[in-house]
């Protein structure tokens, strides 16, 4: 299994020298992957958690990142679709495949909070049919000499778009079945939430398996990366959830995670209040993060 780390992208530690830190260190280490996420809006009073409150812009996070590193892959997990004009997100993603030297990883979402179609002008309703459509006019994007689109949502006049990138994994996020199985007909793989339970995700990679095999495509050949939302804390505690405890608890788990069908896991340390809240202590969160980063290291 692959292992990758989120970068500081909330709370008061995400700063671009931290974020400089953290990827080359990670490169170094012999990490494979570098991660960030979107959060857009914080509605006030939200019961979210305060480690959405701030939070970088993700492509801008990456290309920042893509020009002081050589060789870990770039992720976003994930990306809202609806957020976005198909054009306009073709073209990002596509210079940033470029701009990167082909280590980008789409990680692509349906989004969940009201308050952001509202702000981005775009209804929630029809969510799933708009994201099968969006699929198919980034792909076009990306492969045709002219792109021609009219469709329910969409519609391009004959156009070119250039220049096309290298391959670009699209990965598709999701918890309910329908998301998961849309991921397994559609996509190059499946990512985990945030608030995801990581004990059963054994049933969600079925689902995405199962979905794909019912479609004619192989099961075998799609990824599934699970965003290991990681806390380090004393050993021991009662009732506790995977990647949550010691470092030697930690290290468990992953293995436990690579033997349900993960792929590849990435650990992101900005869903720990501790770390990525907004009023933790900067330097204090930072060390925290090395000394988890360098712990936790592929073949330490």
Request: aromatic share 8%; glycine share 8%.
């Amino acid at each position: 299994m692959r292992i990758g780390f989120g970068v500081p992208v909330s709370g008061s530690w995400a700063t671009p020298a931290n974020m400089l830190r953290v990827a080359r260190r990670a490169e170094e280490l012999g990490y494979d992957s570098l991660w960030t996420f979107q959060r857009l809006l914080y509605p006030v009073g939200h019961p979210m958690g305060s480690v959405y409150r701030s939070v970088q812009d993700p492509l801008i996070t990456l290309a920042y990142l893509a020009g002081v590193t050589e060789r870990a892959r770039l992720g976003v997990a994930v990306l809202n679709m609806p957020f976005f004009s198909p054009a306009l997100l073709a073209k990002q993603l596509a210079t940033l495949q470029q701009v990167s030297g082909g280590r980008l990883e789409a990680g692509l979402g349906l989004g969940w909070l009201p308050e952001e179609f509202v702000a981005s002008g775009v209804p929630m309703r029809a969510r799933g049919r708009r994201a099968v459509e969006y699929l198919q006019v980034l792909r076009r994007f990306w492969q045709d000499d002219i792109v021609s689109h009219k469709g329910e949502f969409y519609e391009v006049a004959p156009s070119h778009q250039d220049p096309k990138p290298s391959p670009v994994p699209v990965l598709l996020g999701g918890t309910a079945e329908v998301a998961l199985r849309r991921a397994g007909e559609l996509a190059d793989g499946w990512i985990s939430s945030s608030r995801a339970d990581l004990a059963a995700i054994d049933d969600q990679i079925y689902i995405v398996k199962d979905a794909a095999r019912a479609a004619g495509r192989d099961p075998e050949a799609l990824r599934f990366v699970c965003r290991g939302v990681t806390r380090v804390r004393q050993a021991g505690q009662d009732d506790r959830a995977p990647l949550t405890g010691s470092l030697e608890e930690i290290r468990a788990d992953v293995a436990a995670l690579a033997a349900t069908g993960v792929t590849e896991l990435f650990h992101d340390l900005n869903f720990d209040p501790e770390i990525g809240d907004p009023e933790a202590d900067p330097a204090a969160s930072m060390r925290r993060a090395e000394e988890a980063l360098e712990a936790l290291a592929p073949g330490a």
